[in-house]
Every structure is written in structure tokens, then in C-alpha cells.
């Protein structure tokens, strides 16, 4: 069963490597046959999971490393974690921006409000 889609080539490309493939890329894509386009397809879709497992695996310890240093700036005398977390956006230079501090850090967004 045929499940590419090629009016979807170029987002799951970009979902995949990180970038649209180009006109290269199209021109490839073009002259697959049905069959050859599903592997090429379904090797997307995989690369695109592994992408998707490797950014959490690095969220996790962009947290961890995180969750450390907002712990050593409490040790260092930050009377509480809201404290810390000013701290760290001094030292990022964040403005008090807690997406562009998680942006920094490689935290979710999110995760710093």
C-alpha cells in the first residue's frame, strides 16, 4: 500500500533534516517511480522519529542541566527558585524572556514562565 503524499514531501523533508529539500531534492523526488517513492517516504518518516526521540532525549538533559544550576544558584544564596531563575536570565542575558531563556538553554518552551 502506497502511503507518500507529494504534496507533503516538503514538510516531512524539513521535519526529517531540519530543511526543505530543494530544487535538487524535488527533482529527485520527481522521477521516482510509485514504489521507489514510498521507501523514500517511509526512511523520512524514520529519520523524522529518530529526530523527534533525539530532541527529547536532549530536552531532558537541558532540564537536568537546568534544574542543577537553578539548585546550585539556591546553594550559592538565591532565597528561592524565582530568585535563581533571575539569576540565570542575568547571566544569558535574557531580559527576563522566559522563552528566549528556554530557547538558550534548550528547555521546552514553555518550561521557564
Keep these: 500500500m502506497l502511503t507518500y503524499n507529494d504534496e ?19 527533482d ?7 514504489q521507489e517513492k514510498q521507501v ?3 526512511a523520512l518518516i ?21 534544574e542543577a544550576q537553578v539548585n546550585a544558584w539556591i546553594s550559592m544564596g538565591a532565597r ?3 530568585v535563581a531563575i533571575e539569576w540565570m536570565h542575568q547571566a544569558e ?5 522566559g522563552d528566549y531563556l528556554c530557547y538558550r538553554l534548550g528547555l521546552p518552551y514553555g518550561y521557564v514562565s
Design 28 to 34: 529527485y523526488w520527481t522521477s521516482l517511480e510509485p
Design 93 to 97: 542575558e535574557t531580559n527576563g524572556d
Design 80 to 82: 528561592t527558585r524565582e
Design 40 to 42: 523514500q517516504w517511509d
Design 46 to 66: 524514520s529519520e523524522m522519529n529518530q529526530r523527534i526521540d533525539d530532541e527529547r532525549a536532549e530536552e531532558k538533559l537541558a532540564i537536568a542541566r537546568f
Design 8 to 26: 507533503l514531501y516538503s514538510d516531512l523533508h524539513k521535519d526529517a533534516r531540519g530543511v526543505r529539500p530543494g530544487n535538487a531534492g524535488f
